[in-house]
């Protein structure tokens, strides 16, 4: 058996032995910009060989993120997780970590993804410091919440997935008739003048209103709120001239 393999083994009976990962407490130096961490999923496809990870995180972020419910509840899901350690024959592990996180919006029709987050770590460490090894698992965790902090406040006010809130308006398109359309206006009756085409519409009369309905839309997003104006075209009728 050689040392790689054998010191993968000893790292998984490790983990397996006390049934979790465990991730030391220690306050994670970071304000949440808008947000609080509502939980931690696995979605791994390969969840074996490196313990109960979700039980250590939950815990580390329970106890060490400052959670404010009254901000944007925020689901982190556990892409990839790896751990790869080779035995040296200065007696010291050469070591390289992979996290893939991926980060979404809790709202009430479900999950909307926002960013993902990849990451890698080599380090060296003695053979016998099992410490350290929880040392760079809590390093590269929290490097991957800085990283969507930075994330949140660089896409507030220019986000549409994180805004709080609609707000609709609604204007009246003031434009003069033209051509043969003429838009609604208690001000302006149709009268008889307004068909005057020189061709006979087909079927037995002498006249034709279509009525229609139209809008434009114009969207703004302002800081945690969607605003959209509808320009409305209401009661548009399109005249098809009567036949002199």
């Known amino acids: 058996m050689n040392r790689q393999l054998f010191i993968s083994i000893l790292l998984f009976i490790s983990f397996e032995s006390s049934g979790q990962i465990v991730l030391t407490d220690q306050p994670i130096p970071l304000k949440p910009e808008g947000f609080y961490i509502s939980g931690v999923t696995d979605v791994r496809s390969d969840k074996n060989g490196i313990g109960q990870i ?3 995180i939950n815990h580390y972020i329970r106890h060490n993120l400052h959670k404010d419910q009254s901000l944007s509840p925020v689901l982190i899901s556990i892409k990839e997780l790896n751990i790869l350690e ?7 592990i050469d070591g390289r970590l992979k996290l893939g996180l991926s980060f979404s919006l809790q709202k009430d029709y479900g999950a909307e993804h926002l960013v993902d987050y990849q990451a890698g770590l080599h380090y060296t460490r003695a053979d016998h410091l099992q410490a350290a090894l929880d040392e760079y698992l809590r390093t590269i965790f929290n490097n991957g919440l800085v990283y969507f902090n930075n994330w949140m406040k660089d896409n507030a006010g220019t986000n549409r997935k994180l805004a709080k809130g609609v707000d609709i308006s609604f204007t009246d398109y003031t434009e003069k008739t033209e051509g ?4 609604y206006s208690a001000k302006r009756p149709l009268t008889w003048a307004d068909f005057q085409s020189t061709s006979q519409p087909p079927g037995r009369f002498g006249a034709q209103v279509i009525p229609g309905i ?9 800081p945690g709120m969607v605003s959209i104006n509808l320009h409305r075209q209401n009661g548009t009728t399109i005249l098809t001239k009567s036949w002199k």
């Open 214 to 222: 139209g809008y434009t839309q114009q969207v703004i997003l302002k």
């Open 86 to 92: 080779t035995g040296k024959t200065d007696q010291t």
């Open 180 to 183: 043969d359309t003429i838009y």
């Open 54 to 56: 979700l039980v250590a």
